[in-house]
Structure formats: C-alpha cells, structure tokens
C-alpha cells in the first residue's frame, strides 16, 4: 500500500468512526441545539474533574509524582472547580431542553443564550489554564482580579466571577421571556424563583470583608446556598419533568413536592447554612439549628422519587428509557445517603468538633456531590440521547445494554468506595489529630503517616480508578447506544 492509498484509507477510517458517533441534529430544535452544546462540555469537565482528581490521589500516596511540575494544590483545585463548572452546565443544558416543550413556544433571546454558551466557555477554558500555569507569585489586587482569588472551592479571578453572574442573568431572561410568551406551569414558577437566587447568591462571594468571621459568613452562602440549596432546587425541577416523561407520574404529584422542597430550601436551608457557622465567632444557639434543619434538605426529592415509583406501579411501571429511570433511583439514594445521612452525621457540633476539616468531610463530598448532582444530569443525558436519536427503544433488551449497567455499576460503586475510604481517614484523623494530641500540627503529622491513614488513601485511588473506568464506559455509551435501532420508544402518557 503507497502513502496516498494510506492517507485516503485513514481518512475513509476517520470518517466511517464520525458517522458512527455522530447523532444528527437536525431533528433538534435551535434550544435543543445549544443543549447539546452545554452536554459535550459537561461531559469533556467530567473527564477532567475524574482526571486531576486521579493525579491528586496519586500525589496522596507519592508525594513527588509531578513534582515541581504540576502542584496538589492546584490539581485539586482544578478537580474541585471542574465538578462544579460540568455540573452547572449540564443543569443550564437541562433547562435549556425542556423549557421550550413546557413553555408551548420557542425559546426568547435564543441568539444572546448562544452567545452566553460561548463566553462561558471561553471564560472556563481560560480560567483552567491560569490555574495550571500562573499560580506562582505574591496575591495582590490585580491578582485577585486575573489570577485567582484565593478563595476555597470558588478561586475563580474576579472577571470571571462578574462573567458567571452576567451568563446566569441571561439565563434567567432566557427562561423568564420564553414562559411569559408560552404558558406558565408549577415547574415554571418554581425555575423561575430558583434562578433568581442562582444569580444572586453568588455575588455574596464577590466582596470581602475585613471582619474573618463576616467573610466566612458570606463566603458560606455561595458554598452552601448557591451550590447545596439553589442547586437542589433546580435538580427538583429536572427531575419532576423527567419523572413525567419518563413515568408518566402526574403532574400534581411532583409539583407538590416541589413546593415542598422550595420551602424547605429557602425556609430551612438559610438556617442550615448554620452547621458551617460552628466554629467562625458566630452566637453559640447556630450550633443547635444549623445540625437540625441542614438534614432536612434532601427529604422531598426522595419523598418525589418514591412517591413517582409508587404512581408508576399502578400502570405496570411502564417506563420509556430504563438508563435514565436507574439513574434516577441512583440519585434518589445518592442524595440521601450522601447529603442527607453523611452530611447529618458529622454536622452536629459534638461530632464537628473532631471531624470538621479532616477527610470525613470529603467523604461526605464525594458522596453528596454524585449522588445529588452528578446522577442526575447523566439520567438527563440518556433521556436527551433518546430523543436526538429519533427517540428510539431504549429499554432493557436495547442492544449493548451491558455497557449503561456496568457504566451505571462501576460509577456508583467505586463512588461508594471513596466515600468509605475516606470515611475509614476522616475518623483515624478525628481520633488522633483531634481527640488523641489536640489539634497540634504534631497530631496532623501523626495522623498523616498514620498506617491505617495511608492504607485508606490507597483504597481512595483503587476505587478512584474504578469510577474513571466506569466514566470512560458511559462517554462510550452515550456516543453509541440507539445506533441503528429501528425500535420506537414505549409510548408514556401522564396518568
């Protein structure tokens, strides 16, 4: 074989592989359209946030891998920004796709949404790039301003941050225009309310104070309301219109416990935001309320999964998309196990005492942040991959279906496995940095080496790399499944 036949053979390769993966998008509306936009980036920060996690849990057990080169700090930096960022623009790509079928009418402003998509992505791409080569230097004002905050878990430089507020604006507009052209739902007036706060909320982030205890107070409510309490509220909202078109669930069941949940968010969740003010000066009566009502978050959204599966029953438990339905059952538990039971069991300030700032908390991260969000916006994938792909049969007996199962398998049990490795850490670090030698650097020092510490962070990479595994299966499912099936999907009415 000669160079040229070579070339045009690769070319001929590169192009069966493209037509293979590609899914058609002309069978999209212009809103749907810009959804995708949001899913891919979703789905290459996921990648990401998996990848510099994987290298900061090598970096645990070998201190120098990558040393002088790429720093822990700014790889979990970058592992902590990039899950936050995917999730947020796959939550934006999820409104984005229903929003025109709830509302009647197509979307309003679809031009300046496009626009926003790629500022957006514009800013993140940038943003990342500081964060792995210009973290060196004395913090100043302009460095606060292009560099990076210094701010844990929203480092972002103040550009960025004015970036973030001006994209959720338009977003809001986006979906407050479409509704007030279209019609008006329970899900419509609940997103509405909640975008308001997601916009708002962060700008508590974007100021200082030079009392350490008012700025902690602020800086809680962009780390605990914008991301726990708007976020849970806007996953009520996907998962209510989820549950209809793929359950059939009625549509006054999952509105009324979407009711229910913005009371709870926005009546409760201000006053959980108090188990973050245990030890920052805050009056001694937030250590009572913040323990109460920070357990009482994720209750209606499970109260709506279960409350959906019991309406499902009583028509056979027909469901259109069985990948999307056991990701939803997967956050139903995620979200209570993970925000719920892990995050009310070190939350209480006789427990907090010892655990607050070892791994326990980061055990009940991992957890929270997959069941809660992560899980979700994967269910919405498959119900969104459905419909791109002519919305075709994607039941039990779909072809391949072994791939979405040991995707589904391998995510939420090597997830499950973190969390209990570095519940096995957080606790070794309570008893001995904590209760054994007082909270002295020599008590960290001791808990670091300690054997059973070390044995702990090794089991976090073994079930790091199982999720990585299980995230490189479901990109390749995503990619394929639906291809070349001729089936029509179970039709599902609202019952």
């Given at each position: 074989?000669?160079?040229?036949?070579?070339?045009?053979?690769?070319?001929?390769?590169?192009?069966?592989?493209?037509?293979?993966?590609?899914?058609?998008?002309?069978?999209?509306?212009?809103?749907?359209?810009?959804?995708?936009?949001?899913?891919?980036?979703?789905?290459?920060?996921?990648?990401?946030?998996?990848?510099?996690?994987?290298?900061?849990?090598?970096?645990?057990?070998?201190?120098?891998?990558?040393?002088?080169?790429?720093?822990?700090?700014?790889?979990?930096?970058?592992?902590?920004?990039?899950?936050?960022?995917?999730?947020?623009?796959?939550?934006?790509?999820?409104?984005?796709?229903?929003?025109?079928?709830?509302?009647?009418?197509?979307?309003?402003?679809?031009?300046?949404?496009?626009?926003?998509?790629?500022?957006?992505?514009?800013?993140?791409?940038?943003?990342?790039?500081?964060?792995?080569?210009?973290?060196?230097?004395?913090?100043?004002?302009?460095?606060?301003?292009?560099?990076?905050?210094?701010?844990?878990?929203?480092?972002?430089?103040?550009?960025?941050?004015?970036?973030?507020?001006?994209?959720?604006?338009?977003?809001?507009?986006?979906?407050?225009?479409?509704?007030?052209?279209?019609?008006?739902?329970?899900?419509?007036?609940?997103?509405?309310?909640?975008?308001?706060?997601?916009?708002?909320?962060?700008?508590?982030?974007?100021?200082?104070?030079?009392?350490?205890?008012?700025?902690?107070?602020?800086?809680?409510?962009?780390?605990?309301?914008?991301?726990?309490?708007?976020?849970?509220?806007?996953?009520?909202?996907?998962?209510?219109?989820?549950?209809?078109?793929?359950?059939?669930?009625?549509?006054?069941?999952?509105?009324?416990?979407l009711y229910i949940e913005v009371a709870l968010m926005f009546g409760s969740g201000i006053l959980g935001l108090g188990h973050h003010y245990f030890w920052i000066g805050t009056p001694e009566y937030w250590l009572?309320?913040?323990?109460?009502?920070?357990?009482?978050?994720?209750?209606?959204?499970?109260?709506?999964?279960?409350?959906?599966?019991?309406?499902?029953?009583?028509?056979?438990?027909?469901?259109?998309?069985?990948?999307?339905?056991?990701?939803?059952?997967?956050?139903?538990?995620?979200?209570?196990?993970?925000?719920?039971?892990?995050?009310?069991?070190?939350?209480?300030?006789?427990?907090?005492?010892?655990?607050?700032?070892?791994?326990?908390?980061?055990?009940?991260?991992?957890?929270?942040?997959?069941?809660?969000?992560?899980?979700?916006?994967?269910?919405?994938?498959?119900?969104?991959?459905?419909?791109?792909?002519?919305?075709?049969?994607?039941?039990?007996?779909?072809?391949?279906?072994?791939?979405?199962?040991?995707?589904?398998?391998?995510?939420?049990?090597?997830?499950?496995?973190?969390?209990?490795?570095?519940?096995?850490?957080?606790?070794?670090?309570?008893?001995?940095?904590?209760?054994?030698?007082?909270?002295?650097?020599?008590?960290?020092?001791?808990?670091?080496?300690?054997?059973?510490?070390?044995?702990?962070?090794?089991?976090?990479?073994?079930?790091?790399?199982?999720?990585?595994?299980?995230?490189?299966?479901?990109?390749?499912?995503?990619?394929?499944?639906?291809?070349?099936?001729?089936?029509?999907?179970?039709?599902?009415?609202?019952?």
């Amino acid at each position: 074989m000669n160079a040229k036949e070579l070339c045009e053979g690769s070319r001929a390769n590169y192009a069966n592989f493209i037509t293979w993966v590609a899914l058609d998008r002309s069978n999209l509306s212009a809103g749907r359209q810009l959804s995708v936009n949001y899913f891919i980036v979703a789905v290459i920060l996921f990648f990401a946030q998996l990848l510099f996690g994987m290298i900061a849990a090598t970096q645990f057990i070998f201190p120098n891998f990558l040393y002088d080169w790429l720093d822990f700090s700014v790889n979990r930096m970058v592992h902590i920004n990039a899950m936050i960022v995917w999730m947020l623009y796959g939550f934006i790509g999820c409104v984005y796709w229903l929003l025109e079928e709830e509302s009647g009418t197509d979307i309003v402003g679809l031009k300046l949404g496009k626009l926003a998509f790629w500022v957006l992505t514009g800013a993140v791409t940038i943003v990342v790039l500081v964060y792995l080569l210009i973290q060196t230097g004395a913090g100043k004002d302009s460095s606060l301003w292009l560099i990076n905050e210094g701010r844990e878990y929203i480092e972002a430089p103040r550009w960025a941050d004015i970036g973030i507020v001006i994209v959720m604006l338009i977003f809001f507009y986006n979906v407050v225009a479409t509704f007030s052209k279209g019609k008006w739902s329970g899900i419509a007036g609940v997103l509405t309310l909640d975008l308001v706060a997601l916009a708002g909320l962060y700008v508590a982030g974007m100021f200082y104070m030079t009392n350490i205890t008012h700025e902690q107070f602020w800086w809680w409510w962009v780390i605990h309301l914008w991301v726990e309490a708007t976020w849970e509220v806007l996953v009520g909202v996907i998962m209510a219109w989820s549950l209809m078109k793929l359950l059939g669930v009625r549509r006054q069941i999952v509105t009324t416990w979407l009711y229910i949940e913005v009371a709870l968010m926005f009546g409760s969740g201000i006053l959980g935001l108090g188990h973050h003010y245990f030890w920052i000066g805050t009056p001694e009566y937030w250590l009572t309320i913040g323990g109460f009502f920070s357990a009482l978050e994720p209750i209606p959204l499970v109260a709506m999964v279960v409350h959906a599966m019991y309406d499902a029953g009583s028509h056979s438990f027909k469901n259109s998309n069985h990948p999307a339905v056991a990701w939803i059952i997967a956050q139903a538990f995620g979200n209570f196990f993970g925000a719920g039971v892990w995050g009310f069991m070190h939350t209480l300030p006789q427990i907090n005492m010892f655990t607050h700032g070892t791994q326990w908390s980061a055990s009940h991260g991992h957890l929270a942040f997959f069941g809660a969000y992560a899980t979700i916006n994967i269910a919405f994938f498959y119900l969104a991959i459905q419909h791109w792909r002519g919305d075709v049969w994607m039941n039990s007996d779909t072809a391949n279906a072994w791939r979405w199962k040991w995707a589904l398998g391998l995510l939420n049990a090597g997830v499950v496995g973190m969390t209990v490795a570095l519940l096995i850490a957080g606790y070794e670090q309570s008893f001995i940095e904590r209760a054994v030698e007082g909270s002295t650097w020599g008590g960290y020092f001791s808990a670091q080496n300690h054997p059973s510490f070390q044995s702990a962070m090794v089991w976090r990479w073994f079930f790091g790399l199982m999720t990585f595994s299980g995230l490189i299966l479901l990109i390749w499912d995503l990619l394929t499944i639906g291809k070349g099936e001729t089936r029509k999907a179970q039709e599902i009415v609202e019952h």
